[in-house]
């Protein structure tokens, strides 16, 4: 047993001292994780064989995803990091199809992704259509986004048409004070986007609601405990994800104690950094915890913490700093909507998206302009003042997300939506959450 605990350790040091010198595993590594190890004989189990195997085949992985950036033009990888919303067409009409506009947009910006909204949805035929449309014009498929958070911010039960279920919110849900409820919503949501194609739900909400007059949370948040707030985020992560959506809790540094909103006006939040670690950032760290796929960044002011009057979307200290190296979030960072007014009353879009993107963020959302903040950012890393390796270090971890999901062998999903959407099944959970609240 001695010789063989020996052996298994030698090849563990071998695997990762091979793994260290691989530029793409670096941005998977986070030490921070709370999973439990499993037991040393079942380590001792395990045959060296099947030890280098399971090295081999990351390897691999890190090769394909290293391959696939080569092949890709300085172009194609600006488009990565766009992630566009077409709400409306030329002609002030709902997109609920694909008509030439947008497909010409989409090919010419290479987008990496693009979210839905409420204008996109009407039936269950015409947005699983929409968004396979979309997936076959893209030579690199895309993240299909939107925001399902249940309650008031439901993009599916906006259109009748659009069978999906009703969730109470996560206020409701939150007062159950029971996570095991948030993992069933977190499945349910799950499932109910992938039977429609989507691969990316901008959800849970990760701010804790200390101010009750805060207009644009609210209930949205699953209160005011950050403890509690906590294991509902890192639950609902786990069950969104286990059902192959990439999940990405919001608004980071935290939203929940502003009275004001970023979609109308500039926001400031004056808290120092003992306050926030011990409120703010304690869903975040339990949603980076469980490996969320992606955090949100908010448009506000944080000037105890950056030392200036730039949004935490603009700030290296924000999110290299404390996102990356304090909260060890190793994956995407997606901004809030560029579009906002928080952002776009005082930066072009041009300025926006080079800011953000030299801040760290991996994602930008909804510029004001997408093709000048493309050419923006793209005139930016060709001239030199955006390292092109900078790029592809974002790159790298957008199609690795992608790997991961499967969307870079993205087939169209065969499930009957019919069979997901209100089943029996999601009722019983709605059903669920108000008996708990009512005992």
């Known amino acids: 047993m001695l010789k063989k605990c020996i052996w298994v350790y030698f090849v563990l040091m071998i695997a990762l001292l091979l793994n260290g010198c691989n530029s793409t595993k670096d941005y998977w590594d986070n030490d921070d994780l709370d999973t439990s190890s499993e037991p040393l004989e079942i380590i001792e189990n395990q045959t060296i064989e099947e030890l280098t195997n399971a090295s081999n085949e990351e390897e691999d992985i890190y090769a394909y995803i290293d391959s696939y950036i080569d092949g890709m033009t300085l172009e194609e990888k600006v488009g990565q990091i766009f992630m566009a919303a077409f709400r409306h067409n030329g002609e002030n009409l709902p997109v609920t199809y694909l008509d030439e506009k947008t497909k010409e947009l989409i090919k010419s910006h290479h987008l990496g992704g693009i979210i839905f909204f409420a204008e996109n949805i009407d039936t269950v035929e015409q947005t699983k259509k929409l968004i396979n449309n979309m997936q076959a014009i893209s030579k690199t498929p895309l993240f299909i986004a939107i925001d399902e958070e249940g309650g008031i911010v439901s993009r599916l039960n906006s259109s009748n048409g659009m069978p999906a279920t009703k969730l109470p919110g996560n206020k409701v849900l939150g007062m ?48 005011d405990d950050p403890h509690k707030v906590g294991k509902m985020v890192g639950k609902m992560v786990q069950g969104i994800q286990e059902q192959n959506i990439s999940a990405v809790v919001k608004h980071f540094p935290g939203h929940g104690d502003t009275s004001l909103d970023t979609h109308k006006e500039a926001v400031t939040l004056h808290h120092n950094s003992e306050r926030l670690n011990a409120v703010e950032f304690h869903p975040f760290k339990s949603g980076i915890q469980k490996g969320v796929d992606g955090v949100m960044l908010a448009h506000i002011i944080v000037p105890n913490i950056t030392d200036n009057n730039l949004p935490a979307t603009f700030s290296e200290i924000i999110i290299e700093d404390i996102l990356r190296n304090q909260l060890k979030h190793k994956r995407l960072i997606i901004t809030d909507a560029l579009e906002m007014a928080a952002i776009s009353k005082h930066w072009t879009s041009e300025e926006a998206a080079v800011l953000a993107f030299q801040a760290g963020a991996d994602i930008l959302l909804m510029p004001a302009s997408l093709e000048k903040a493309y050419n923006g950012l793209l005139r ?23 790997y991961e999901r499967g969307i870079l062998d993205f087939e169209e999903a065969m499930i009957d939506p019919y069979n997901i959407l209100g089943s029996q099944e999601h009722l019983q959970i709605v059903e669920e959450i108000y008996q708990y609240n009512n005992k």
Do not use: C, Q
């Not at 790029?391 to 790298?396: F, I, N, Q, W």
């Open 380 to 402: 930016a890393i060709r001239e030199g003042v955006i390292p092109e390796t900078r790029l592809e270090d974002s790159v790298r971890r957008i199609l690795m997300i992608k």
């Open 176 to 223: 159950t004070e029971n996570p095991e409820l948030a993992y069933k919503v977190g499945k349910l949501l799950g499932r109910e986007l992938s039977s429609l194609g989507f691969n990316m739900n901008l959800a849970p909400v990760a701010d804790v609601n200390t101010n009750p007059n805060n207009p644009v949370i609210g209930e949205r948040s699953f209160g």
